[in-house]
């Protein structure tokens, strides 16, 4: 059964709406710990104060994550994103949302245009813990030879998440996973679900995201020490580190006409908003 690479706990906050969440904390499969140092991009998407998702600072006041993220009954209220901090649990800032923007094309049967945006009530004061990462774009896309990196707080292990045995871990991991060609990922799903131009695919054997993960940014890098850019949202996949199938995330350059409309739009109304307007 494939699923998405959001918390298999979800269906237990669903059934205790209104109480106190369950853990619901993990690692990267096959990762290594980090810190926010080195991904300084990287926050912890929480639904009453519990991390369920990761999400990348792409703004002053801006997350980019998944749209799968966000379930019915709650609201944005009820969600809240830590930044500055290699640990999902404590330290750096916890902030409220403002509005929670998802893709209004997203579909949550086939996956298909699994992103949204996280406007945050307050503005970011960037330090060398706290850093928007760039996007992607359709001139620039991943090759073989990218150096693709996905980072989080997610399940270890399929079977973990499987099972529940969540196993709280306090430290940021990432892992490392190469490009999966959209012919080869087509194929490999195409019993499943199709694979769409708005997907990508990574994949290393025993190296992969899991439930946990979901939101959180697969960045590349052109170079060894080039900066990196965000080229994918985790978004979904058949098990975790399953080597029949790749890891599938959210295209990211694809949606970049939508998401600077939806920056655009926002600056447009904040800026009617607050002005007086002299006849």
């Known amino acids: ?24 904390d993990g690692r990267i499969v096959g990762g290594e710990v980090t810190t926010i140092q080195e ?32 379930e019915e009954p709650w609201s944005s209220a009820d969600y809240t994103v830590r930044v ?20 209004g094309d997203y579909n949550p049967q086939s996956h298909d245009n699994d992103l949204a945006l996280l406007i945050l009530n307050a503005r970011l004061n960037f330090t060398e813990h706290l850093q928007p990462v760039p996007l992607a774009a359709l001139t620039d896309p991943p090759t073989a030879d990218t150096r693709l990196r996905v980072s989080g707080w997610g399940f270890q292990a399929e079977e973990s998440a499987v099972s529940g045995e969540v196993g709280v871990s306090p430290e940021l991991r990432f892992v490392d996973v190469d490009l999966v060609g959209s012919s ?33 940014p697969l960045v590349g890098y052109s170079a060894e020490e080039g900066p990196a850019r965000l080229y994918g949202i985790v978004s979904w996949g058949l098990g975790c580190a399953n080597p029949d199938f790749p890891g ?29 307007g002299l006849q």
């Open 1 to 24: 059964m494939y699923s998405t690479r959001f918390l298999c706990c979800l269906m237990a906050l669903v059934a205790l709406a209104g109480a106190t969440p369950t853990p619901s």
């Open 248 to 276: 599938v995330y959210t295209n990211v350059a694809a949606f970049r006409s939508w998401i600077d409309e939806q920056v655009a739009a926002r600056g447009w109304n904040e800026l009617l908003a607050g002005w007086s």
């Open 184 to 216: 080869q990922c087509r194929r490999a799903y195409s019993q499943v679900l199709p694979i769409t131009r708005r997907m990508i695919c990574a994949a290393r054997p025993g190296r992969d995201s899991c439930q946990g993960d979901s939101g959180g």
């Open 39 to 70: 991904f300084p991009y990287q926050v912890s998407v929480q639904l009453h104060g519990r991390h369920i998702c990761g999400g990348a600072i792409i703004g002053h006041d801006t997350v980019l994550t998944a749209a799968h993220c966000f």
């Open 84 to 103: 500055g901090s290699s640990g999902h649990a404590s330290g750096g800032h916890v902030l409220s949302l403002q509005r929670v923007i998802a893709h």
